[in-house]
Each structure stands twice: as C-alpha cells, then as structure tokens.
C-alpha cells in the first residue's frame, strides 16, 4: 500500500487545524445571521435576496448597517459610503496579514474575500508561530462563508418566530468572542497601548458623532499608538 506523501499530510493537518480554530466562531455566528435573516426580511427582502447578499457581502457589520438604513427605494450612495466606512478596517487587516500568508499574489487576491475580524485575529495568532497556509485559510474562511450565508437564509425564513436574541445576549457572542481573540495576542506594552488607545478613540466617536465614524478613527488611533509605541530601534532589530 502506497503511503501518503507528506504534502498530503501537511495539507490535511492545515485543514483540521482550520476547522478547529474556525469552530467556536461558527457557533457564535449562528445567532447572529439568524438575527440578521429576520431583520432583513423584516425590511422587505426575500429569502433569496438575503442569500445572495450575505453570499457576495459577507460583511456582518456592513450589512446589519446597510439593513438599519433600507428604504425603498434603497438609498444607494449612503449604503455605499457607510459600507465603505465600516469596511474600510480591511484595508488595514490585508496590509498586516498579507507577508504572513504562504500564497501567490493571485490566491492571495481572491482568497481575501474571506477576510473578517475573526478570521484575520485567528490567522494572526497563528501567524506568531508558522505561515498560514491557503489550505488553512480556504477551510476557516469558505466554513464561516457558508455558514454565515446559510443560517441568514434561514433567519430569513423563519423570520418572526425566532424571537429577539438580545434577550438572551446572542446579539454579544461575536464582540465577545473576537474580545478574547485579541485578549490572545499577548500582554506587551505595544499592545495594550494600541488596544486601550484603539478602543478609548472608537467609544469616544461612536458616543459624540455616532456610527460608523468610529470604526475608522479607531482604526486610525490604533495606528498611530502603535507607531508612537513601538520601540524606536525596532527596524535595526528586525534586520539583525
């Protein structure tokens, strides 16, 4: 009997490894796509509109924005120019996770239609010890598309008869989750001022101004606390 080659292993070790990290996301998003199935179609949309748009979307945040807003007929430029606030955060996240990721400029194009905060923490910590590998990132990121674009339908569906998820705090599990995600980078100085500073900015604009401001200024403070933080030899030590 032939024995596996090695590619093959690593390939299917990289598959459960992303199965496994992915798994606890998958549950608390269940709730959440379920609730957002039921606003949307409270707002007129048809199960198959909600299918089609978190299948093409796939942006949580975005899309519970888009839904808050929905008229008809739909205001297209202010849906637009608040999707492209709050989603505005990739940019940043491709930029950090793209030279951690073992995949040619194509994969890499197409593959980060998967990208979300959940999915970017968990390759980020994983990035602390080895590459992410397209294998890993393809299992955690297509299981949570699909998963996130199922149960939406399904919201849709059953629409009234599931009951506000607030209720029993459902509407928490992801801010919660990705808490402790980033709880897991670790405790440095560097962190934890780009955290604090991150999060202090973000709550402070979302109280005055409102959403979805606050998502980029936090963005953009985090930078900024993590340039000013960081150690100023830093660049000599990582070219020793």
């Known amino acids: 009997m032939d024995q596996a080659s090695p590619f093959a292993i690593s390939y299917r070790r990289e598959i459960r490894a992303g199965l496994r990290d992915i798994a606890p996301v998958v549950v608390a998003a269940i709730p959440i796509s379920l609730l957002f199935g039921a606003v949307a179609a409270a707002k007129g949309l048809s199960p198959l509109e909600v299918t089609v748009m978190s299948a093409l979307v796939f942006a949580g945040g975005a899309q519970f924005a888009a839904i808050e807003t929905w008229i008809h007929p739909a205001p297209i430029l202010t849906l637009a120019f608040a999707t492209l606030l709050i989603n505005a955060r990739h940019v940043l996240m491709g930029a950090s996770l793209s030279p951690k990721v073992q995949m040619s400029q194509v994969q890499r194009f197409l593959s980060f239609f998967f990208l979300t905060d959940e999915a970017w923490a968990l390759s980020e910590r994983r990035a602390l010890e080895r590459p992410v590998t397209t294998a890993y990132w393809v299992a955690m990121g297509g299981v949570l598309w699909a998963n996130w674009t ?51 900015v973000a709550a402070l604009v979302h109280h005055f101004i409102g959403a979805p401001w606050h998502v980029a200024s936090g963005a953009l403070a985090g930078i900024a606390a993590a340039y000013l933080a960081a150690p100023q030899d830093a660049p000599r030590e990582a070219r020793s």
Request: no cysteine.
């Open 150 to 200: 199922f149960f939406s339908a399904l919201g849709a569906v059953l629409g009234s008869f599931l009951g506000d998820p607030e209720r029993i705090g459902a509407d928490f599990a992801f801010t919660a989750l990705f808490i402790g995600l980033v709880a897991g980078f670790g405790r440095s100085r560097v962190t934890l001022i780009t955290v604090a500073v991150s999060a202090g």
